[in-house]
């Protein structure tokens, strides 16, 4: 297998934000979207900068909101579902990284975060 790069967990983070922002802003584009995008991109923002433990916590706050805002019935869900959906992509990413690493993860990893993960790392023969 080949050797990742070396890489740090900021900028790590900065390259899973920047891939998943362009992402959103094509899959939400139009006004339909607008709620559901502003909560993906918060989302994302809200990672900028964090390690694992902030993206941890901010997760466990994000799905707590979430929830609140389902019981609710707060016209604001789909804003908060989609926050927090993103942010659990990061940590999904993050903890694909970590755990290739033997490093304790935030989620567990799905094998759509390792890809991820490889890509960003720049592994090419997993």
Request: with cysteine; aromatic share 6%.
């Amino acid at each position: 297998m080949a050797e990742p790069s070396t890489i740090a967990v900021m900028d790590f983070v900065y390259h899973v934000i920047e891939d998943g922002t362009s992402a959103a802003r094509l899959s939400y584009a139009g006004p339909r979207n607008a709620s559901k995008l502003a909560g993906v991109l918060q989302g994302f923002e809200e990672c900028r900068n964090l390690d694992a433990d902030g993206i941890g916590a901010l997760l466990a706050q994000a799905s707590k909101d979430a929830r609140d805002a389902m019981r609710r019935r707060d016209p604001a869900y789909w804003h908060c579902r989609c926050r927090e959906a993103e942010i659990g992509w990061v940590a999904n990413v993050v903890s694909a990284a970590r755990l290739s690493q033997g490093l304790p993860t935030i989620v567990p990893p799905t094998a759509r975060g390792m890809l991820k993960a490889d890509e960003v790392l720049g592994v090419t023969d997993r």
